[in-house]
């Protein structure tokens, strides 16, 4: 099994930046992509971003128009979220997950096997 805990979500005005961070322990081993996922009150669950862990080919949603970077630290098994320049829109609460290999393009849910529990970003 793999485990994931995220951390650095909080409260942030409109314009600001915040990092999130999640650390993976457990099997990391059979994890080749991760990703990041938000899901904002009476919203379904939706992709933000992923990235391939062997060569760090990422994609992200369109709507994020360039406002935001993710990166892994292969060395101690953690995966980032740059996030700039946020707006409101932006609140939700921010979910890492992983999975064994990656689907063509961004995913779903369904595409990724293990969790986090999930930090909350508040953007005012």
């Known amino acids: 099994h793999v485990q994931l805990v995220e951390s650095g979500g909080g409260l942030v005005q409109a314009g600001g930046s915040l990092r999130l961070s999640c650390a993976a322990s457990?099997?990391?081993?059979?994890?080749?992509?991760m990703g990041w996922f938000r899901q904002a009150p009476g919203k379904e669950r939706e992709g933000v971003a992923r990235?391939?862990?062997?060569?760090?080919?990422?994609y992200y949603a369109s709507s994020e128009n360039g406002r935001f970077t993710i990166s892994k630290d292969n060395a101690k098994n953690t995966l980032n979220l740059q996030m700039d320049n946020l707006i409101p829109e932006d609140t939700a609460m921010y979910y890492c997950?992983?999975?064994?290999?990656?689907?063509?393009?961004?995913?779903?849910?369904?595409?990724?096997?293990?969790w986090g529990q999930g930090t909350q970003v508040t953007v005012s």
């Open positions: 457990g099997q990391t081993y059979m994890i080749e992509c």
């Open positions: 997950a992983a999975n064994s290999f990656c689907v063509r393009r961004l995913g779903g849910p369904r595409d990724f096997a293990y």
């Open positions: 990235i391939y862990a062997r060569d760090g080919d990422s």
